[in-house]
């Protein structure tokens, strides 16, 4: 009996032996710069508590992190993935639980209650994945498909903001997955695809489309948000205001009109254009052309041609 009990203890040693030797490969296996890993430095793109007002971005340790990532190269890909899309069983049970108790009566108490039962630690690493993959720029090009893919599912919490998000960090390669993500007015995630100011000029192919997109069904909607958004100046706003004054359909044509008021007399060039839409064939047309050259070029409303 003492022999086999002495079996058992060896086995159960060399078990827990086994096991250590794969855990430290599997982390031995996570890439590493300046003997530090990924994970490590991924940390550092969340502040402490006592230090998340402000602009993080620009703390010395973000700045390092962003460094190591980018050196880190192409590797960090499928890690920065699993952060994004994986969710243990205990995460959604603690968020489902989360978010029935914060509609709960009283608030006071439920709502209190509802917050500390999320799964913050999972936020936090969602918002580090996405802050990986705006370090590795078109570096992480690799992953669009699959961000794509993440970005479509309704089902999953908060995956395609991530996801969506991750798409705008890789950059101009991603451009028309974005583009099919903010035209899709059913997209769980449009709206985190704005931010698209990295993209440079080579998103202006795409914003007749995202305009479209963002038009308010039943009224004139400001696209000036929109297109400072998307990182454009205000000469090339106006060029592309401008260009959609000529849409063919009248809500865009009124929208864009709109738009163009509010930029006042910046939008100096758009004068003539919105002068010859004040015999628009569409009432809300020729009331938003005459509101924006009110504001913009308004002596163009008593020198009409053919007067």
Same mark, same amino acid.
């Given at each position: ?12 040693? &060399? &078990?827990?032996?086994?096991?250590v ?6 982390r031995?296996?996570?890439? @590493? ?9 991924? %940390? ?5 508590? =006592? ?14 992190? $962003?460094?190591? #990532? ?13 952060? *994004? ?10 968020? %489902? ?16 209650? =509802?917050t ?9 690493? !969602?918002?580090?994945?996405? +802050? ?18 993440? +970005?479509?599912?309704? /089902?999953?919490?908060? #995956?395609?903001?991530?996801? /969506?998000?991750?798409?705008? =960090?890789?950059?101009?390669? +991603?451009?028309p ?5 903010? $035209? ?5 995630? @449009?709206?985190?695809?704005f931010?698209?100011?990295?993209? !440079? ?8 489309? *995202?305009?479209?997109? #963002? ?24 060029? #592309? ?17 709109? %738009?163009?008021?509010?930029?006042? /007399?910046?939008?100096?060039?758009? =004068?003539? $254009? ?5 015999r ?9 052309? /005459? ?10 409303? $008593? ?5």
């Amino acid at each position: 009996m003492p022999t086999r009990w002495k079996w058992f203890a060896g086995g159960g040693l &060399l &078990l827990c032996v086994m096991l250590v030797c794969v855990l430290l490969r599997a982390r031995n296996g996570e890439p @590493r710069y300046q003997n530090r890993s990924l994970s490590q430095w991924l %940390s550092n793109f969340t502040p402490p508590p =006592g230090l998340r007002d402000g602009s993080p971005e620009s703390s010395p340790e973000f700045i390092q992190a $962003t460094e190591a #990532v980018r050196q880190i190269g192409p590797e960090a890909v499928p890690y920065l993935l699993a952060r *994004i899309q994986h969710q243990s069983t205990l995460s959604k049970a603690r968020d %489902s639980l989360g978010s029935r108790l914060i509609r709960m009566r009283p608030s006071a108490i439920f709502v209190r209650l =509802g917050t500390r039962m999320w799964d913050v630690k999972r936020d936090e690493r !969602g918002d580090q994945a996405v +802050a990986g993959f705006r370090a590795l720029g078109t570096n992480g090009a690799s992953a669009i498909p699959q961000l794509f893919r993440l +970005a479509s599912d309704p /089902t999953q919490d908060n #995956v395609p903001k991530w996801a /969506t998000q991750a798409l705008g =960090g890789i950059g101009p390669p +991603a451009l028309p997955e974005l583009v099919q993500i903010i $035209t899709n007015r059913h997209a769980p995630a @449009r709206f985190a695809a704005f931010p698209l100011r990295n993209f !440079g000029t080579n998103v202006l192919p795409a914003v007749p489309a *995202i305009l479209e997109s #963002v038009t308010d069904p039943g009224y004139p909607s400001d696209f000036a948000y929109i297109l400072h958004d998307l990182g454009l100046p205000p000469t090339t706003s106006v060029q #592309v205001l401008v260009k959609a004054l000529r849409a063919e359909k009248p809500l865009i044509r009124a929208s864009a009109a709109k %738009s163009l008021a509010n930029l006042g /007399t910046q939008a100096a060039e758009a =004068g003539p $254009t919105l002068q010859a839409l004040l015999r628009d064939e569409d009432q809300l047309v020729r009331h938003e052309s /005459t509101n924006a050259l009110l504001k913009i070029a308004p002596d163009l409303l $008593t020198n009409l041609p053919g007067q």
